[in-house]
């Protein structure tokens, strides 16, 4: 199973740091990545890393200001973001895919194998 924490309250041009602990499956043999979703649009893939590897991939919107890590002592994935937007606004979902490699992020969801439970994140002045 996934558990994503770390979500919270934050102004523009803030940070916040999301984890994502992992449990239960041989986390080196995953990929994990990071989704979002705001309300009233749809789910959006934001970043994902490789377990094996450490590749990473990341959504336009968030280039520059996020950074994806894992640390596999923990089995846990996070996801640095800095210089928040309000647009940045949504519910953040972390997800495993039994891949050595990331999906692209516009993969249908359901490729994944495990999915975190949500972690909202508001930007607002």
């Known amino acids: 199973q996934l558990q994503a924490s770390g979500g919270g309250y934050v102004q523009p041009g803030g940070s916040l740091r999301l984890s994502c602990a992992a449990s239960?499956?041989?986390?080196?043999?995953?990929?994990i990545g990071w989704f979002r979703q705001a309300p009233g649009k749809e789910r959006e893939g934001v970043s994902c890393?490789?377990?094996?590897?450490?590749?990473?991939d990341y959504a336009d919107s968030v280039k520059g200001r996020f950074t994806i890590s894992s640390d596999n002592a923990k089995n846990t994935v996070y996801l640095q973001m800095n210089s928040l937007k309000p647009e940045d606004t949504a519910v953040y979902y972390c997800?495993?895919?039994?891949?050595?490699?990331?999906?692209?992020?516009?993969?249908?969801?359901?490729?994944?194998?495990?999915w975190g439970q949500g972690s909202l994140v508001t930007v607002s002045s």
């Open positions: 997800a495993a895919d039994f891949s050595i490699a990331c999906a692209p992020l516009t993969a249908p969801g359901e490729i994944y194998d495990y």
């Open positions: 239960g499956f041989a986390f080196d043999d995953y990929a």
């Open positions: 890393i490789s377990s094996s590897d450490g590749s990473t």
